[in-house]
């Protein structure tokens, strides 16, 4: 019996922690919930964006030599 009591305690010891921890903490998770929620979203896709679709154009401009201009000679 000793057992069963023990552990009812610790259940309720950590349902109690948790309930503690949502109330003190709720400002801070409730906006985090809402930031996974929105990236979450199946039809909010940042990938689907007509801006990132548009063109497939490289993050980089062309940084090849012959775009360079000529070094002076010291």
Known sequence: MGVV???????????????TIEMACKPCLDSGRRAMDRALTPSDDPDDSPTAAAGNEPLL??????????????
């Open 5 to 19: 009591v023990t552990a009812v305690i610790a259940i309720a010891a950590v349902v109690l922690g948790w309930i």
């Open 61 to 74: 401009a062309d940084l090849s030599a012959a775009s360079a201009a000529p070094a002076k000679a010291i």
